[in-house]
């Protein structure tokens, strides 16, 4: 027996005799698959707690991506902290491995507090919230950390924005 490893597709020949002048050829053909070159790229390589991205590879036949056991080319996760992915593509049993981080940043602290919270009615109440980089008050679509309104009814307002991570 011999060893052998062929780079490419290889027919082998192989003659025997069996000292008698008789002879028989077989040929045996080992095919060599390509070890896939697995690309990998993300909807958003960066997202905040709670916010889904997809995860996409291209390269191979088939895909297998850790953690998670999640299989396909194209995924969706919502990781929870920073992970890194791992894809295995796969080329008729020829594998390979790329990584693909995935940075998640934490949702900002906001909050917001009302002065006076009571008012009767034609009084104004400053409206005052913290934690974000921007600003929208709903329901009046009102912008800025700080606002002042009139309401003449009892009202709940809600504070909403981006903070320093988008």
Partial sequence: SIVVSPSVTTVYTL???NGFGCTNVITHTINVNSTPTVVVSASS???CNGFTTALIAFGANTY???PGSLVGGTVVVTPTSNTTYTVTG???GCTSNTILPIVVNPLPVVTATASPSTICI???STLTAGGLVTYTWLPS???GSTITDTPTITSTYTVGGFG???
């Fill in 15 to 17: 003659t025997g005799s």
């Fill in 122 to 124: 034609g009084n104004t």
């Fill in 141 to 143: 679509f009102a912008t």
């Fill in 90 to 92: 796969d080329n008729l």
């Fill in 64 to 66: 297998t991506w850790q």
């Fill in 45 to 47: 390589p960066t997202v």
């Fill in 164 to 166: 320093i991570n988008g």
